[in-house]
């Protein structure tokens, strides 16, 4: 099966690792951004974000070779970020086959309509028409995924045979993949995910060691607000409590960059100093931007602030400069 | 109000200091087992569990005066282990108020008819008559609720009113109740979260460092399997996603006993030897009955092994001496 990747990033790269593994011809097309990862892969050398020398069947396409790099693809992974997704298959629309576009993108994209749009919706504006789109969520960092870790994934699509196809293509051993034809509740869990998690990191930061109750009763509080958010966006709030909700917040709040960089803001550094601090580090956060369109989606949504305690307080904390021992200590738990 | 306490050990002596600090007249009484503990708070000394001195107004009560210590309660707290608590409640029966009865017991128990019962009922069989049962479940470590760590906690009964007299007599500032009529499904949640936060101790020890993406599928599992099992007890599986189940597995999952115990025999110490070393150190690990209790109860539910496919696994390598490498090779997620 040929499988053209979009995006040699992390998530990109860690999927054509698998699709090679499981036998497939990897074409791997690096935007403009990564120049020196698509460099690394075709020199055989170590991928810079992996740690590790990908598959031989993965053969790297540059920026200038999107047409090429898509040509009989039988199945497209999307592993542009969200701020490069729009323009990239913007430029990919007129070479996408009619194939499934399996996207490990996370976040909300404002449309044209100045509002906040779930990914799948975003691209099929972007594209210019329908697009086979398939979400990818769960609790999957990159990294582990490419080097084979037991991981749980969970593929959304409004047409379940589109994920289902997905799933036999990358999924098996090692790979767990479960479907769904939940794909809005499922973008809205991963959007969601990098804001609660960075709030948990808040948190955590905040109450400091040995609050094992605290920290519990805020990530159940994670919960209950993500599962209202998929129900207002017109998912299934089973969703929340699956792959994509409980699973991929527990794995984003227990370690990693936005947990990290939740956890200063919570012993009182602001946000905007920690924010340039890890960017000069070239550490990315995702979840700094993440709960501002979090919030901005929420309240497009009509979501009451009485009802996202936490993600009020958040929002005050990152965006608005309040300190966090007055907002924190302002939080009320709605469970 | 009277408050009076059931068992002078880390949950029953916390739910004493929290409603001293409300302001009630507390009456804290020990069991045959308590002596050291009851004999400590009569001389205002540290409390040997909870490290740390009570609040004056508890009064202890030791064994020999249990009908003294519930003349006039308005509330009782039911504090003792799964152990004793048929045995304490047959000799309290008789001085016994109607009164609601705030249990923070957790686990299943073996009925005159053989089979494993909820506490609640195991309660009712042994005071001989219907008793107005409050069951206490969340992420609630005793240490840290004594020392006013915020905490969520989720209290159910039948007659939803009763837990609402609790909550509002011991509630408040610090500690968050949340009330319920699903006594079914919260007692269920509180008895398999043992067994599965040790099982993701074996999970994490078997799995070793950086595989987030496995520990997180794991948690997954469990939440699944939770769910389930309050289903076929006639629980609601709300209660499940809520603090009793996602909430509380958070907690025990992240320290504790139980998970320290289950890392042990994840790194391929047998069972029996990781209990009867930490038995020599005076560690309980409630996690290893609790494995066998909860696969016997999933079992007299009728629920397929394929069903349970964690809970199945833990249950060979705890009590069938099946290698921990063999049995987690084998498992099956079926989320």
Redesign the interface.
Known sequence: MRVTVLGAGYMGSAMAQVAAMRGHDVRLWGTWLDDALVAAVRERREHPRLKMVLDQRVVPFGKDALEGALEGAELVVHGVSSEGAVAVLGKAAPYLPDVPILSVTKGFLPGGDGVMHRIDEAAREAVGRPVRFVHAAG???AI??ARR????MFFASADEADARACASAVGGEFL?V?TSADIAGAEICSAMKNAYATGLGIWDGF?GP????????C???A??EM?LLVRVGGGDVATA???PG???L??TA??GRNRAFGEHIGRGTPAKQVASEMAAKNQLTEGYPAIASAWRWAKEHGVSKDDLPLLAVLHEIVWQDVPVAEALGRL??S?
Request: glycine share 2%; net charge neutral; hydrophobic share 50%.
């Open positions: 609790p999957a960092k582990e995924v870790v037991l991981t749980l767990h479960t109450v040995d609050c094992h109750n605290a920290r519990a009763a990530f159940q509080q919960v209950v599962a409590y699956a792959a409980v699973g991929d527990h794995v227990a370690a009320r738990l469970t």
